[in-house]
């Protein structure tokens, strides 16, 4: 089955830890992003990246690093800078841009820190 | 940037009645009107969209109107049923952003 595959799923982390969450798309996708979800808040945009070797920051992209050094696979971390990290991540992609066309999201990570 | 509003944030229905959840946004150059649908502990599905030169659009069970001159947009659900609960979300889009409301938790009582 195509999809976003995210990991791990729940993740606990103690403050000043760097923590890295997986997104892997066996879609074809050009672009991958990660969204950031808070209670009763829309989803925020932390980074995007359009194609291989390239990406951009979002809105809320402080505290947080990327890379994109295959197509099917977008790796988030979350630094030790971020102020407030406990949230639900969720990545997702998209056959062309994202606000023309179909997202696809995983399942999500909620990270915790302790 | 683009403000998108989006009530209720909570909305409690009878099985088999309708409801309706309406978006405002404020960035005139938004011509894309997707509406996702988030289960829980799950990430959000794309249910519907509607484009700038489309006033309604209809999909079985549910309907998206659009109103560009007053910037509004609602999201119509008939004959609802237990499986639609879940938090449903609108963005509003544009060439250069992707903007989400903060979601409507959809309770369809049985």
Request: proline letters at 4%; charged letters at 20%; one cysteine or more.
């Amino acid at each position: 089955d195509g999809g976003i595959t995210q990991s791990p799923k729940y993740l606990f982390r103690k403050e000043g830890q760097n923590v890295t969450l997986s997104c892997e798309q066996n879609l074809n996708h050009d672009a991958m992003y990660w969204y950031r979800q808070d209670p009763g808040q829309g989803l925020r945009l932390i980074y995007y990246s359009q194609i291989v070797n390239d990406f951009q920051k979002g809105d809320i992209a402080e505290g947080y690093s990327v890379s994109r050094e295959k197509k099917e696979s977008f790796p988030l971390t979350v630094t030790s800078a971020q102020k407030n990290p406990t949230a639900f991540y969720l990545c997702a992609s998209s056959e062309g841009q994202r606000y023309t066309g179909e997202l696809f999201f995983g399942e999500g990570s909620r990270l915790t820190v302790l | 940037g683009e403000n998108v509003e989006q009530h209720p944030s909570t909305l409690s229905v009878q099985e088999g009645d309708s409801a309706v959840i309406k978006c405002t946004y404020s960035d005139s150059a938004s011509n894309y009107f997707p509406w996702y649908k988030q289960e829980l502990g799950k990430g959000p599905q794309l249910i519907i969209d509607i484009r700038s030169n489309v006033g309604e659009k209809k999909d079985q069970r549910i309907a998206v109107t659009l109103n560009k001159t007053a910037k509004h947009f609602s999201l119509h659900i008939t004959e609802t049923q237990p499986e639609d609960s879940a938090v449903y979300f609108c963005v509003s889009g544009s060439a250069r952003q992707l903007t989400f409301g903060s979601g409507t938790q959809l309770t369809v009582l049985p």
